[in-house]
């Protein structure tokens, strides 16, 4: 298969699966939501949620969430840190509690009707 052949299957795929699921920012929201009204978590217990939830979108980027495999989150919780971290991984606390919310939220995907 040509390069250019393989890149426009490639392009048709993702723009089929764009059709398919649900955008990852509105599955997002819609779980701190949850989070908030329906479970009573409180703003101290959602930043964790939201700080992992927003870095793990970044990590992501265009890829989808139900597309993520457990390698990809593995990666991503061994990733170098930025600021406070400089440069190094996260301490095993912090990879426990960033594993914890990404099993939660997943956890929380495919228990939800998103509606589509």
């Known amino acids: ?6 890149r426009a299957e490639q392009r048709s795929q993702s723009q089929r699966e764009r059709e398919v699921f649900p955008p990852n920012d ?3 929201v819609e779980y701190l939501t949850y989070l908030e009204t329906q479970r009573g978590r409180s703003p101290q217990t ?3 949620y939201k700080s992992t939830r927003g870095a793990w979108l970044d ?3 265009p890829q989808h969430l139900y597309c993520a495999e457990r390698a990809e989150m593995e990666r991503f919780m061994e990733r170098k840190r930025k600021r406070r971290g400089a440069g190094r991984m996260g301490s095993p606390a912090t990879r426990r509690r960033e594993a914890s919310c990404l099993r939660a939220f997943y956890r929380w995907l495919a228990d939800v009707d998103t509606g589509d």
């Open 1 to 6: 298969m040509e390069l250019a052949s393989w």
């Open 26 to 28: 509105r599955l997002a």
């Open 46 to 48: 959602l930043g964790p």
């Open 59 to 61: 990590w992501l980027g």
